[in-house]
């Protein structure tokens, strides 16, 4: 997953302002207590990233953006 598919599946799931709080603000237990832009920014790939907001958000990402 390129990180241009990540973010529009985020936003797209979220909304543009949520979305922006969500990778800032939230730390995920499933990204090893980082937030999803320290995980990116430490080298994780968007595809891990993406499946533990999945994990974390199962009600809020539709199952399209999977």
Do not use: N
């Not at 797209?12 to 920014?41: K, P």
């Not at 974390?56 to 199952?63: L, N």
């Amino acid at each position: 997953m390129r990180l241009t598919d990540f973010w529009s599946r985020l936003e797209e799931a979220f909304g543009s302002a949520y979305a922006a709080s969500i990778a800032r603000d939230q730390v995920l237990s499933q990204l090893g207590g980082r937030t999803v832009e320290q995980a990116l920014a430490s080298g994780e790939q968007a595809h891990v990233v993406w499946r533990a907001v999945c994990a974390a958000y199962p009600d809020r990402v539709p199952a399209r953006l999977r």
